[in-house]
């Protein structure tokens, strides 16, 4: 027998822990997030707490220092437990 892990239950394993999350991107910005997550709740709102808000523009990165923050979770794309972010990730060759 197999085992199964659902979506809730493994965000629900990140509680209290550190989480990047990647949202959809809106025109002419998009948006990330870095932070403690507090909680959720059956439609992916989370609660994240110590956060860290990267808005990449046309202009640059813009980095924001924030308490807490709630998510929409119709807004969340990506979510990478235990990550700190774009500054964390490591960064690949090109392929030849």
Known sequence: MSSH???????????????????????????????TLRGFDDFGNMLLDDVTEYEFTPEGKKLTKLDSILLNGTNICMLVPGSEGPDAAPVYPPNK
């Open 5 to 35: 892990v659902l979506p809730l239950e493994l965000i629900d394993r990140c509680i209290g822990s550190r989480i990047w999350i990647i949202m959809k991107a809106a025109v002419g910005s998009e948006r990330e997030f870095v932070g």
